[in-house]
Structure formats: structure tokens, C-alpha cells
Nanobody, 118 residues
Framework: VQLQASGGGLVQAGGSLRLSCATSTLTFRINEMAWFRQAPGKDRDFVAA????????YYSDSVKGRFTISRDKAENTMYLQMNSLKVEDSAVYYC????????????WGQGTLVTVSS
């Protein structure tokens, strides 16, 4: 499985962006997908995740109510709709996937840069 993240860019505070994560193979091998982000000099942090079986989703407190994770099963693509962006949301965003039988995210995309200006 390969993951390809896209959709990053420069946006003003209060604006919106939608990130996409395309998978290169059948998603029946994937149990869950997620977005993480890493700001310069900081650790990689969890943002949101979605289970492919039941479409349950969960979010970090910092983005809850502003970001929405979703997936398009037919397109094998996961999305992250980011609204009301803040300067502190600026980071490289990574998509990740957890294969069946795994307890941690074992597949990672290359990252897409989001910059929010004040």
C-alpha cells in the first residue's frame, strides 16, 4: 500500500483547506487511516483518524469542531477538511494507515505542507 498526500498550501487564518490521501491499492487490507502533523522543531502529533469498517472517527482536542475526516471508499481516498484554520495549525500533514493485524500505523505518506498566515 502506498499513500499519497496532497492539498496543502498557504492560507490565511480563518480560511479552509482540504487535504487528500490517495491509496494505491485495495483498502480491504487497511483497518484504519489517520492524519498526523508535525510543526518545525516539534513531535509528530495525532490529528484525526477514521476506521474503514465502521466509519467511526475521532479527533484531537485541538482540531475537534474545526476539522472533519472522511473517506471515499470508491476512490480509495481519505480527506481532511480543515476549517477555521489557525496559525498554530501550520505543519507538515502526514496521512497514515494501519493494516489489519497491526496495532500501530505502519504505512505513511510523504507529507503535505500547510501554512496558515496571520
Amino acid at each position: 500500500v502506498q499513500l499519497q498526500a496532497s492539498g496543502g498550501g498557504l492560507v490565511q487564518a480563518g480560511g479552509s483547506l482540504r487535504l487528500s490521501c490517495a491509496t494505491s491499492t485495495l483498502t480491504f487490507r487497511i483497518n484504519e487511516m489517520a492524519w498526523f502533523r508535525q510543526a518545525p522543531g516539534k513531535d509528530r502529533d495525532f490529528v484525526a483518524a477514521i476506521s474503514l469498517a465502521g466509519s467511526m472517527s475521532y479527533y484531537s482536542d485541538s482540531v475537534k469542531g474545526r476539522f472533519t475526516i472522511s473517506r471515499d471508499k470508491a476512490e480509495n481516498t481519505m480527506y481532511l477538511q480543515m476549517n477555521s484554520l489557525k496559525v498554530e495549525d501550520s505543519a507538515v500533514y502526514y496521512c497514515a494507515a494501519m493494516s489489519y493485524g497491526r496495532s500501530a500505523y505502519n504505512l505513511w505518506g510523504q507529507g503535505t505542507l500547510v501554512t496558515v498566515s496571520s
